[in-house]
């Protein structure tokens, strides 16, 4: 792997490390910063962003998890319908996600870039601009959490939903102010940074993460 990627995937442990540090306070403002409109609730749409947490339990499985998977783009989920309903709805979701997405890209986090291998035994990989790293796994099936190591570094744990073929990984609110923070000035997407530190002031209940396709 290149040194800037194993430098990427390093920032990232730490922005998501430092976790749920409350920073997220009043739900109702991406439609006012994004310019979106508040739409039908997740339940008609199947689909990963926009979600609320839970909503998938049943779909949520270990024998759904096992699998192949490459990142697709950033996650936004929350605790609830209702929370989801003043945030704006689905389209709001999709919204943030795109705004979020060049400064995920400039941690290396890019369609395609970032698979994951999961195995029945617990065992997993991890690849990055062409190499591997082992690691391990441990889901929960009744928090629907996973917990991963990468060799012998433990992730934070993520709050998993699986559907069809999306999966969708997800951190408490602080991540996305992180990164923000991680980034910084040497963005070259810099046009959203004031819109996305806005947001980032403004949440409660938001998750923050990756979207995952099935490969095979």
Not at 17 to 39: M, P
Not at 175 to 192: E, T
């Amino acid at each position: 792997m290149k040194r800037h990627g194993f430098a990427a995937v390093a920032l990232l442990c730490c922005a998501l490390t430092v976790s749920g540090c409350g920073l997220f306070k009043a739900a109702g403002k991406i439609g006012k910063l994004f310019g979106t409109k508040k739409t039908s609730t997740v339940a008609t749409i199947v689909k990963i962003i926009g979600s609320v947490l839970g909503q998938f339990y049943d779909t949520t499985t270990k024998k759904a998890l096992v699998g192949s998977w490459v990142y697709d783009e950033p996650a936004i989920q929350f605790e609830s319908q209702n929370l989801l309903d003043q945030a704006g709805g689905v389209v709001a979701s999709q919204s943030v996600a795109d705004n979020i997405k060049p400064y995920f890209e400039a941690l290396g986090l890019k369609n395609g870039g970032v698979r994951i291998d999961l195995r029945e035994d617990n065992t997993c990989t991890f690849t990055l601009g062409g190499q591997t790293i082992n690691g391990t796994y441990e889901f929960d099936d009744e928090t629907k959490k996973l917990s991963m190591k990468a060799g012998y570094i433990p992730l934070p744990t993520a709050y998993l939903s699986i559907v069809n073929n999306q999966m969708a990984m997800t951190y408490d609110s602080s991540l996305l102010l992180n990164i923000i923070k991680v980034i910084g000035s040497a963005s070259s997407a810099q046009s959203n940074l004031a819109s996305i530190s806005k947001l980032a002031d403004s949440y409660d209940g938001m998750k923050t993460g990756f979207t995952f396709t099935r490969s095979k």
